[in-house]
T-cell receptor
C-alpha cells in the first residue's frame, strides 16, 4: 500500500543546533522524494528534493539523504535559525512518478528557540 | 512569475450546501493536482488534471469532483457538504503530469473551507 511515516511529530531545538526529520515509505516503486515547508497561513513550499538514483543532496544548510534499500529518507537542517520554525512534510511519489500524485507524511512541527 | 493562485481564500458554508473552489496554475504549467489538508489526516490527494482530463483520483467520495479548462485553470466542487469536509484545500501545479526533478509541484496558499 501507499504510506509515508514521518518522525518526530514535534521537534524543538536551540538556535544554532541541528534538526533531523526522518521518513519511511512503503512503495518500493517510489523514486522521487520532495520536502516541503509550510508556514502558518501559507501553502507548502518546496525546499529540497531527491531522486532515487542519488543518495544525498545538499543545499546550503539543508541536506537530504536517501537509503532506498531501507526505504528511509531524512531531512537535515544545520545551524537552525528562528525563521526555520514551521511544519515540514516529507513526500514520496506514487509509484514511479508517472503521475502528479504525492504521498505525504504527517508532518513535523519544528520550533527553533532563540 | 506569479505563483499558484486560489480563490476564494476563505469560505464558510453550512451542511448540505455545495461549494466550488478555483485554482490558477503557474503560467505554462498544464498539470493541476488537488489535496485536502486536515489536522487528523494530513495532506491527502484528491485528484489530478492534465489537458482537461482527470488522470488520477484519490480515495474520496463522489461528492468531490473537479474539472480543468483549456487554459489549465481548474475547479473543484464539493456537493452536499458535511462537517468533516472542513479543511484547507490545496492546489498544486506542475509542467507535466508526473513528479520529479525538473517537474516539481508548487502549491498555492489554499482555500480554507469551514462547514457549519
Amino acid at each position: 500500500g501507499e504510506n509515508v511515516e514521518q518522525h518526530p511529530s514535534t521537534l524543538s531545538v536551540q538556535e544554532g543546533d541541528s534538526a533531523v526529520i526522518k521518513c519511511t515509505y512503503s512503495d518500493s516503486a517510489s523514486n522521487y522524494f520532495p520536502w516541503y515547508k509550510q508556514e502558518l497561513g501559507k501553502g507548502p513550499q518546496l525546499i529540497i528534493d531527491i531522486r532515487s538514483n542519488v543518495g544525498e543532496k545538499k543545499d546550503q544548510r539543508i541536506a537530504v539523504t536517501l537509503n532506498k534499500t531501507a526505504k528511509h529518507f531524512s531531512l537535515h537542517i544545520t545551524e537552525t535559525q528562528p525563521e526555520d520554525s514551521a511544519v515540514y512534510f516529507c513526500a514520496a511519489s506514487y509509484g514511479s512518478g508517472n503521475t502528479g500524485k504525492l504521498i505525504f507524511g504527517q508532518g513535523t512541527t519544528l520550533q527553533v528557540k532563540p | 512569475k506569479a505563483g499558484v493562485t486560489q480563490t476564494p481564500r476563505y469560505l464558510i458554508k453550512t451542511r448540505g450546501q455545495q461549494v466550488t473552489l478555483s485554482c490558477s496554475p503557474i503560467s505554462g504549467h498544464r498539470s493541476v493536482s488537488w489535496y485536502q489538508q486536515t489536522p487528523g489526516q494530513g495532506l491527502q490527494f484528491l485528484f489530478e488534471y492534465f489537458s482537461e482530463t482527470q488522470r488520477n483520483k484519490g480515495n474520496f467520495p463522489g461528492r468531490f469532483s473537479g474539472r480543468q479548462f483549456s487554459n489549465s485553470r481548474s475547479e473543484m466542487n464539493v456537493s452536499t457538504l458535511e462537517l468533516g469536509d472542513s479543511a484547507l484545500y490545496l492546489c498544486a501545479s506542475s509542467l507535466r503530469p508526473t513528479v520529479g526533478r525538473g517537474n516539481e509541484q508548487f502549491f498555492g496558499p489554499g482555500t480554507r473551507l469551514t462547514v457549519l
